[in-house]
């Protein structure tokens, strides 16, 4: 009986310690992956600004100056076509439909 | 002898519970005590165990999340598109205690050697001053890397919160400003102070940058056009009060962290209080219907050219308005003497009621705290027919935007607001004004907007279906009005299902002789304003906005 309950005990504290190690495993990895997502998300973060401020309206209408001055023209939002699908035939339509209020 | 024998008897008694035995330690504790303590610490043990499973056991949304303010820390802000509009960094200050400099000139040459181009007479002279000092503010990581290098202790490095505004101007009076302690001063920086100072997440705001850009930049441009002092504009959903734009012109550059003294760069979109002139008869026209007083179509006849309300005199316009008007006449003539006519129908009660209904007499609640006050008036006779046609009434422009959303939304109730909250629309809808009175009043600002007789055909941009009205107001000073003007137009659209309303206020606008007029409702160009009022200036600058910026809002939030 005796040495039962020692072996019982003794199993327990393998197991405790197998289990604790194997935790302590995984937390080691979930703290690198933490880490490495917060490097990621401090860089991303970074490249967003930057994109953000490289494409921000005030910088594409500078580029707009410099590079495409003749290419880029005003949308006229009558010209503006919607493409629809009805019955596996593609119909091109007026985005906006004009009305007659005058 | 006896005393002594049963003092002895006594201590027999005694004998079980402390019994000196030929143990190792000589003492024998009896067992009830140590069950008692064990029994004790079991009882102990079991309310910390369910203690715990009961933690453990807690769902996460049944937690209360508290606010934990961090040091050093602000969450970031971005637009509806997830653009930032406000980035912070952390960035390092150097400072120099010169108690704890061993040697000065060693410092200096290190110093010298790290920062070249700085001013070394001025830091000597510091140095010999022996009080800590800033020396650098927002260093670069090499030369960090370089100060700290040098090992001596007299070099402090105190990092430092910094907030990058990469759209510069374009936001400043929605953003506001933070002070040297990371506390917001003003604009949204100010009112969600606490909640940029513990939420992980960005704080996302309802407003579009390329939108808000290409607003500002009309403005910017009408701004030297037409001379004013300032302007405003504000572009919010009719359906939910979301802002997509509020611009007030003049601006800051946020990044400057300059301390703003002219009260000319005030946010005049919510803080600005006017009078705002004709833009309210369309609320005194929705306010006779809404009682049942009048129709579209109902007639005033004989309407005078002139009326005296004490001693102050009320005439029209353009002395070539009809006598006899229709109700829908008189909101696209512009009427002075026929929206009276409808006031002093409705009486000081329901008109009073129905501006208060719609949020014009009172402060509104807006999610900066920059929010100007209508200024309050006693209601009489006169002050009844005033109010009738927008004069001797005050409001700001952003409770004028909510005004018309109210009245051509179908009747709902809105709240305007910077913050996305990703509302339902069909929940939550409070109607507070009848169904059918957006439908009476939108036909007719879109006539105001169409019909040559109409005072806002210069809005009529092809494809939009814009409808509004337009307000041209003396500025007040102490007892009576200046020449100065502040005009104003209201554009709704598309008027058939309104989705959004524009404000456009122009503040002392002036003149142009050499700005070209495309006519839109008939074929042909004007040179030169020939009057200053709103028809001739914020039309035109609502109708060229719009112009930029309808193919966005028609195709990028089709969906929304």
Redesign the interface.
Known sequence: MKKVALLIIFVLILVTSLVKNSTKEIEDKIFVLNESIRFLKVEFSDTMLEYNFLSSPDKLVQYQSQYFEKDLIKIDIMKIKKISEVNKIIEISDFVKKINDE | MMNKKNSKLILEEYENKFLYEKSKTNLNIEFNRIAFIFFVFTMISIIFSIQLFHLGSLKKENEAKPLIVKKNYRA?VIDRNG??LV?SVSSIDIGISPIDVIDKKRLLINLKWIFPKKNYTEIKKKLNKNKFFKFEKNISQINYEKIMSLGDKAIRPEEKLTR?Y???N?FSHIIGQIDDDNNGISGIEKSFDKELKSSTEPLSLTVD??IQ??IR?ELVRFHSIFRSKGSVAILMNVNNGEIISMVSYPDFDLNKRETLEDLNFINRASKGVYELGSVFKTFTIAAGLEAGLIEVDTEFLNLEKKLKCGKNTIGEYNNEIPSNLTVEQILIRSGNIGSVRIGQKLEIDKLKSFLNKIGILKKINFDIEEVGKPIPFRWGKCKLATVSFGHGITTTPLQLAKGYAIVTNGGFDIIPSLIKKNLDLTQNKKRIIKEGISKKINPIL?KIV?KKEGTAGLANI????IGGKTGTAQKTITGGYSRAKVNTFVAVFPI?KPKYVMVVLLDEPKTSGDYIYEYR?QKGSYKGTPYNTAGWTSVEVAGKII??I??IL??KYIEN
């Open positions: 970031d653009n930032y980035k990058l990469p759209q510069k374009l940058t390329d850009f290409l930049e879109r169409t092809e494809g939009y279906e058939s409702n112009e930029k309808g193919p028609a195709t």
